[in-house]
Nanobody, 125 residues
């Protein structure tokens, strides 16, 4: 059974940083796509950052230069380092995985097979 479990969310002031983690079990995502999505109240779930099957990363324009996606294959874990956080980054953040090789942050949420339960990130002064 595939399980993705996020952690590391919380409340932070604007300009602060958080590091999200996603522990993956029952699934080996080497050479597969993995991603971070977010969903703010009243908005659609949007892709934030992805790693494709070749290990190439890509980001939504809104987070470029501030967020970094990474993975640790030995720990079967995915991470999202978020710096210079803004109030508009407030959302529930989800990790996702899929068996395909190529992917991008614009890929719709429905195209991803495996999901975590989400972790809340709140940026407020």
């Amino acid at each position: 059974r595939v399980q993705l479990v996020e952690s590391g969310g919380g409340s932070v002031q604007p300009g602060g940083s958080l590091r999200l983690s996603c522990a993956v079990s029952g699934y080996t995502y080497n050479s597969h796509c993995v991603a971070w999505f977010r969903q703010a109240p009243g908005k659609e779930r949007e892709g934030v950052a992805v790693l494709d099957g070749h290990g190439e990363s890509s980001y939504a324009d809104s987070v470029k230069g501030r967020f970094t996606i990474s993975q640790d294959n030995a720990k079967n874990s995915l991470y999202l380092q978020m710096n210079s956080l803004k109030p508009e980054d407030t959302a529930i953040y989800y990790c996702a995985a899929d068996d395909r090789l190529f992917c991008g942050p614009g890929d719709i949420a429905l195209s991803w097979t495996y999901w975590g339960q989400g972790t809340q990130v709140t940026v407020s002064s």
